[in-house]
């Protein structure tokens, strides 16, 4: 092969070779943040009809999943502004539950921990929920009940660890309301996943 | 021992009874995630911490659910099974592809 064939085999882009070699993994990496197959395969799906746009730009310069995975970034966060738009902040703006019974003593404590809510210890590390499926599925399940702009929220800044500036941009809400938000829903996943994981193992 | 088990009791009634409650607290340690606490609501929270596991434990949950939860985003891609582009999307997706390039 010629020197210019390799750089004409170089400069055209593949897209039916993109998909076969990195579908799956942007999907999966898209699907985790998602939660919703559809949304995924779109956002896949965008990502390569703008890197089959934005291909000169690339020229070949370091890794083609990196490149593809950037993009996809901005897709899942195209996403998220998306879906704010659609439903608006509104007069009676939805944060998630607020689980006050969870501090509804009825004795002298009134505002500490109910016995059937109070935290237990879960002996688990980071390293070992990383490798559970399972785990990952109820913790996806556990989740969904919440609003959507809560738990778009919660994966901007837990999963994808997005400063609260950004997401307030994103999510078009002030930073009070992030917190606000950001606090209900680590209420209700913790004591989802006690419930439905830690409990479980024992 | 015994005094000081009783000691230890006396103060920690107290403190339960003066400091924020654990419904205040646990928002205080959402906001510890977000934001520097001042000395005040270091101090206070320190001070429920000691005499509370409950909330020690809440506070030991949440770093490992954000710790747990950024590890795994990083390796996803990789890790998951089962959940891979189903064969129409694919498809589809390829349609779409031929017809742009």
Redesign the interface.
Known sequence: MSEAQAKALHQSPDPGRWLDDHGDYLFKYAVFRLRDDTAAEDAVQETFLAALKAYEKFEGRGSERTWLVGILKHKIIDHFRRTQREAPIGEEFEEGPEHADFFARVDEWKGHWTNEHAPTEWHATPAELVERSDFWKVFGDCLSPLPQRTASAFTLREVDGLKSEEICEILSISVSNLWVMLHRARLHLRNCLELNWFKRED | MKTYDKAKHAIRFYL?RRLP????T??KI??S???PLTLRERISLKLHLWICS??Q??M???Q??????????D????????????DE??E???H???N??
């Open positions: 339960l409650t654990c419904q205040q646990v928002e959402s906001q995630m977000e934001r409950w909330c434990w809440y030991e949950h949440l490992l659910i954000r710790d747990a939860a950024r590890a795994r985003a390796k996803a891609p990789d890790l998951l099974t089962g959940a891979t582009l189903s999307a694919r589809r997706i390829r779409k592809l031929s742009q390039s």
